[in-house]
Every structure is written in C-alpha cells, then in structure tokens.
C-alpha cells in the first residue's frame, strides 16, 4: 500500500514535470573533479566491496589517489640510527599533510592491528573498520543507505533509464574498488628488523614537524616502498573501461524522468557531502594492516626549529641526524649551530 502511494505520486511528478526547470544535464554533476572518493582511498589505505554503493561525483579518480599528496616526498631522520631518507608513500604524506601545524612539532605512533578473528578479516573486506571512530563511520554508512533508497524508489516508479544509471555507476565503481583492491599489495617494505622500535622526525613543507614512533617493521610498512603498485595492461584498461562508462552513463541521464533527474542530483551532492564529512573525521591513518595516529598529546609549538632541533638532540643523545636533515651545523660541542 505505502509503496503504491509513493509510486503514484513519482509517476504523477513525472507526467506533470516541471516545464521552467530542465535537468537534461543532471548526469554531468557525476563528472565534477572532486576528491572525496581519492581522500577516503588514501586515509583507509585501500577500498571495501561497501564503496560500490558510494557514489559521488569524481568517482572515476579514484586511481589518482596518489596524486593527493601534490608530488611532496619529505625528508625523514630516523633519530635512533641517524640515516635520512623520504617517505615515500604519498597517501602517509597526505595524512601527514593533514595532522601537521606551521611552526609545530606533531608526535603520532604507528602499531600493527592485527584482526582477531577470520569474522574481521571477511567484514574487512566489505568494510574498512581498523581506523573507524563513530561519527566518521555514521557519516560514511549513510550513503549506502541512500543510494538503495534512491534506487528502489526508481523502480518502484518505473524509472528503468534512472535505474540503468545508478547501476551503471555502480558497476563502474565496482570495478575501481576491485583494480584498487589488487594494486594494495604490501611489496617491498626492506629488511625486516623484529622487536627493534624507531623514532622518525618528519620534515614536512610550511614548516610542519611531525615525529611518529614505533616498531621499526610497522614504521617501514607506512613509510618506505609502493603504496600501490603500477596498474597492469588489463587493470589499466579495465579503468579505462570504467572511466568511459561514467561519462556515457552521464549522457545516458538525460533519458531518466524528472523526479529520477532530482534524485540523482541529490544523490550525488549529498554523498559527496557526508563523505567529506567522514574524511574530515578520519583522525587515524590505515596502511597495510598498521595504524598511524596521534599519541594523545597536543602539538607542541615552538618560536624556532633550533629549539625543537636542541630538545630533540637532548632527548636522542645524539646529533647525527640533524646535520644530516640540516637542522644544525656540525656538533653543538664542535661548531655553530644554525637554524
């Protein structure tokens, strides 16, 4: 009876439509470069079966995740061992990116999370839930939500070009999530150092410092080789494939009835929102089956980066890595310093 009601009232807004409004172009709001979908790619470290039912403008970009970090690799001082590298993960730049304070020194640590049970691996697979708080995942689960209402209430109102949209740019997301999924292998992380525990000084552009503790394995894992590897001939073209489809299906839209127009508007627009909500909340970083967040402790801010450079000599009991990174000149004992 309820789904009767609603059924006439659809298919009476669609025979009546709204002559002064024309939404003949409501798919091309699916082909707006946002990032939302690429953001939520980098903070969870890979992509769940549950994405396909998220659907936002710039889906079709998921595979320039990469690119977020705006090419930035920057140098790191293991403070233990004194050797200098750069973090080469860019979806850890881009956390880092986001965590980091002009003029403040960030302390975050890393730690393997191991799933428990095989019950947490399968629900891994169809939602990410290591780095998950609650409003985060609130806002992230609503989605879904919508895009099932959106798609019943087409056909309930017989909408079955509207119907062939939304499936279209779930199949096209369907098949990103499952490229994306393949390119997350762990590779080369180096030699592995168990039961060793480091202490990384991150020196990020706009004088931003971030320092991140922990084992030395998990520091590796978050830091150092590819976060995805290069797509193969077949993975790139299936993206290709993808690509192409969401802008057909964009074309395709024109075909949907008025109402299916407005729902896939409003669809899309708040999708987008929530999902630059979940993203905003996202405070964790997941990244090969390791955590990265903030120790608990608030930034701490100091007026020059010689004075974090002295503390954390004093701290280290040792100076090497700072002349390395290029904090100080030679050896406080032996020559001056400068910032």
């Avoid at 790619?41 to 690119?67: I, M």
Wanted: hydrophobic share 45%; net charge neutral.
């Amino acid at each position: 009876m309820l789904f009767q009601r609603y059924s006439s009232v659809l298919q009476s807004w669609t025979a009546e439509g709204t002559p002064k409004i024309s939404l003949d172009a409501a798919g091309l709001v699916a082909l707006a470069d946002l990032q939302v979908i690429a953001q939520r790619t980098a903070y969870t470290g890979t992509s769940a079966l549950l994405d396909t039912f998220v659907l936002c403008p710039g889906l079709h970009r998921q595979q320039a995740a990469p690119d977020l970090n705006g090419g930035e690799y920057p140098a790191v001082a293991a403070m233990t061992s004194g050797y200098v590298f750069r973090v080469e993960n860019p979806a850890t730049v881009l956390y880092l990116q986001k965590v980091g304070i002009t003029g403040h020194l960030t302390t975050l640590h890393v730690k393997r999370q191991e799933l428990p049970h095989w019950t947490s691996h399968v629900l891994a697979r169809f939602f990410t839930h290591q780095n998950a708080v609650p409003l985060q995942t609130a806002s992230y689960l609503i989605i879904p939500c919508l895009t099932i209402i959106v798609l019943t209430l087409l056909i309930v109102s017989g909408d079955w070009w509207g119907v062939f949209v939304i499936s279209a740019l779930m199949f096209a997301r369907l098949c990103n999530v499952i490229v994306l999924r393949r390119r997350t292998d762990v590779g080369w992380k180096g030699a592995r150092e168990p039961g060793v525990d480091g202490d990384l000084l991150v020196l990020l552009s706009q004088d931003r410092w971030v320092r991140i503790r922990g084992a030395v394995d998990d520091l590796k894992a978050v830091t150092s080789g590819q976060w995805l590897r290069d797509m193969t001939f077949v993975e790139r073209s299936v993206t290709a494939c993808s690509t192409v489809l969401v802008y057909l299906d964009a074309a395709l839209a024109s075909n949907m009835a008025q109402a299916g127009k407005v729902m896939l508007i409003v669809l899309l627009i708040l999708s987008a929102g929530l999902l630059a909500i979940s993203n905003e909340k996202t405070d964790h970083l997941q990244m090969h089956g390791c955590v990265i967040k903030e120790d608990g402790q608030s930034p701490k801010k100091y007026g020059r980066r010689l004075e974090m450079a002295r503390e954390l000599i004093e701290e280290m009991k040792r100076d090497d890595w700072a002349v390395r990174l290029g904090l100080i000149n030679g050896s406080p004992e032996k020559g001056p310093i400068i910032a």
